[in-house]
């Protein structure tokens, strides 16, 4: 081959460099799904290798490979090793040499491999690990240390109960710790109740607490998942028996070990620390050749403690000590935590979240003065990605849309408009076929009235153990099965008072609830309640557990409380709501019995969290688990208020009256330009007479008749002679396969006898941004620059002028052209020396405009319409509702303002323009 020829070839090596997996978590068979069946795939492809005299080689000639060379969604088969890869361009440069060129040689083709196949190591975790509350300059010890492992099991056999018949509990004696623990790890993974039974030789009729007997075989003492010894013995089968036993010597190389691999995602980078630790050149083999092995992919996670303090507390817990006993034993505040910084938390939801709130805080305190006490109640989605917050609200408005439905229909069936308990009461009842699913008995549709005693809403799981108000936990049922149930789940309520068949007829009564799935329906039908009770509080508390405990520790730090005081104090969300609802202010939400999106509604919440005090915290929660147990509905709808005229004073603090004009609600202004610079998605640009034409693939399971229209013929290619016969024999296929209803187990096929997976249609796109001879969409605006200029009559005119994530990314300069209404860009205005530059909307800027009519229109700025150069604002009580196409060249007035975060505003009459922070002209 010539120089330009080879290099041509390596290029194309290059960029199809096959896969290759540096990490554990994709190693041997233990991998992923996905990447197992593309190593099973690579495999398969690789045996056939074997009798062509390179990869090239195969795709040149193999059957396997004649209709295509690339791989399609979800099928590996034509998947190259990297590996092999490297093997061809040393083959090629080895042939080249032979044929006498004068640039291929070993050497050469090393440093190109070298460049080609280089691969980044994947990013250790290691320094992102937390400290250790107890051992200062300690981290925190991996999840799956054996140290740590044993601490966890001594943890729980320390609080284990046992009792018989009607003798008093009792908990495990220090000998029976002992036994327990005797070899931990070495021959099993997971360690059972029922293990554990036969280990302490337990009296047939001793019984764990808390633990149902029927789950004693498959329960894990201490894991909720991966079994209570499974790092210690996934650890000890890697090493061996002679050297684990050597190592056991040693338990702060084994606690390292497992750190190494568990916080180490590059093999090259695990070896290095394998070899730091100081072992034998055989034991860090044979444990490289386990994560190879894909052994270690479920060493993740680190654990509260340091594995040192592990070691130090164990003893004391072997002695039958509590955890807190333990700790204060060796010096250790157990429920000290340390200062958390916003790097150490590693979720950027939940420390913007932190990091929000603690401003927050700190502005109130500079206006208002020092403060007494701080009340925190977080909301759920606190914690939670942007697209998980995106899935919850479209499950809200799903819900809402739901609620719309049955709320016409219960307003039919009352002759007038429910109120939001009556609705409540007519969903469940129309979910349960207007039955009780208790007792089996009828409930009468006029039984959905507030004011009718023959039915009550109960709480499937009791409320007070499992912490869950949510619809998935309520039942409609008669007031006489609410008061035999009392504070118990069905099961437990059936086990004790009625018999089997009782039980079985009401379990199918469950089964028969076409519109009950999943978590309300396994609600009903829970048996071991008190196995798993902490497991449902824990649950619903995983959302904003984490995220309260940093807030609330660092504001006890900011506002220290006198010894032996409190300052500080969590709240939990519903007992907020209930106090809301009594105290009358739940009204304020709603208008006509619909909620009414209103961000200041938080205000109300705030308000009533300030003023529930601890004394009233408990006298609720007491009359709450009193009423469940006297088959009461637990609902408070009569309690004090704080002070007279409460209510009143909300109202007018929130919304403002003719004297006051109420909460302000600030947001921030977002001024970064980060976010998608252009859609992954490449389509495809032709130009056909004349006109620039966008197409892009749609898969075959959306095309519809219409579609089939813009299918286009392609170009000759290859040996095809006739390409619109090609075409119209593959309209036709799909359309066959389209009017048959689109049969998953008979796919539509190509005239050449293909699967078609998808087809090229012609769209109604516009040429965005071009790039790899296509086009992409472009990312959603960064920001809109406004100019302004002096009309004929000396009245300003404003121009819109949009900036893309993409524009920032590439050009020198700024964008100087300002949309005009339904034109394309290249006839846009062209702003030059004579506008005046007034600012930059950023989403989330506050406007006030005045129109040419006079009409005020203000808010918070949203985005802005491309086409037309229209804006849209949100008003400022809520991001929910949207005043669009607001057009601005001729407004009579345009003022920008920012707010600060105690709600003031401040207007800015000119902005500097910058460019990647810079300021330019």
Known sequence: MSNDELAVVLGHIARHRGFRSNSKNEAGANAADETSKMKKAMEATREGLAKYHSFGDMIANDPKFADRKRNRDKDYSHTAKRSDLEDEVHAISRAQTRFGSQIASEKFSQVFADAAFFQRPLQDSEDMVGDCPFEPGQKRAARRAPSFELFRFLSRLANLKLVIGRSPERNLTAEEIALATKGFGESKKTITFKSLRETLDLDPNARFTDVAKEKESTLDVAARTGGAAYGTKTLKDALGDAPWRSLLRTPEKLDRIAEILSFREDMNSIRTGLEEVGLDAVIVDGIMHAAANGDFRDFTKAAHISALAARNIAPGLREGLVYSEACARVGYDHAARPSISLEQIGSPVTRKAFGEAIKQVRAVAREYGPIDFVHIELARSVGKSAEERAKITKGIEDRNVEKEKRRKEAEELLGRPPSDDELLRYELAKEQNFK????????????????????????????????????????????????????????????????????????????????????????YSIKDAACIEDKFKARNLTDTQWATRLLADELKRMFPAPEGERRVFTRPGAITSKLRRAWGLEGL???????????????????????????????????????????????????????????????????????????????????????????ATIKQIREIDGNRIVFERKPVE????????????????????????????????????????????????????????????????????????????????????????????????????????????????????????????????????????????????????????????????????????????????????????????????????????????????????????????
């Open 702 to 921: 959306k095309l519809t008749e219409k579609d089939l229209e813009k299918v286009p013929v392609p170009e000759p290619y290859g040996k095809v002679t006739d390409p619109k016969r090609l075409r119209d024999e593959l309209v036709a296929n799909l359309r066959a396969w389209i009017v048959a209803g689109k049969p998953k187990d008979k796919p539509p096929l190509s005239p050449k006898g293909d699967i078609i997976r998808k087809v090229r249609v012609e769209t109604k796109d516009k040429v965005a941004v071009e790039i790899n001879g296509g086009t992409v969409d472009r990312g959603d605006m960064a920001r809109v620059d406004i100019f302004r200029r002096r009309n004929k009559k000396g009245a300003w005119e404003f121009f819109v002028v949009p900036i893309y994530p993409h524009q920032i990314a590439t050009s020198e300069s700024p964008p100087n052209k300002a949309v005009i209404a339904y034109k394309a860009e290249s006839d846009w205005t062209f702003i030059d020396g004579n506008f005046e530059f007034a600012w930059s909307l950023n989403p989330m800027s506050y406007l006030e405009l005045v129109k040419s009519n006079g009409e005020l229109i203000e808010g918070y700025y949203r985005s802005m319409d491309r086409t037309t150069g229209a804006i849209n604002l949100s008003p400022m009580a809520t991001n929910s509702e949207t005043i669009r196409s607001i057009g601005i060249k001729t407004l009579s007035s345009f003022r920008k303002f920012t707010i600060d975060r105690v709600g003031r505003k401040f207007e800015i009459p000119r902005e500097v323009r910058t460019w990647r922070g810079e300021a330019c002209t």
């Open 436 to 523: 009780c699913i208790y007792s089996g008995d009828a409930i009468n549709p006029a039984g959905i009235s507030a004011n009718d005693t023959r039915y009550q809403v109960d709480h499937i799981l009791p409320w007070s153990r499992f912490g869950d108000d949510s619809y998935l936990n309520k039942t409609l049922c008669t007031t006489k099965a609410n008061q035999n149930k009392r504070g118990r789940t069905p099961f437990e309520w059936f086990d004790a008072d009625k018999t089997e068949p009782d039980w079985m007829e009401y379990a199918a009564r469950v089964e028969g609830l076409k519109e009950v799935k999943g978590r309300k329906k396994r609600n």
């Open 589 to 679: 939400k709603k208008q006509d019995g619909r909620r009414v999106e209103d961000d200041r509604h938080h205000a109300v919440d705030a308000l009533v969290l300030a003023a529930t005090t601890e004394s009233l915290l408990n006298r609720l929660t007491l009359e709450v688990q009193k009423r469940e147990r006297e088959g009461r509905q637990d609902d408070i709808f009569h309690c004090s208020q704080p002070w007279p005229g409460f209510r009143i004073d909300v109202e007018r603090t929130v919304y403002g009256s003719d004297a006051t004009p109420g909460i302000f609600v600030s947001r921030a202004e977002r001024r970064r330009a980060r976010g998608k610079v252009h859609d």
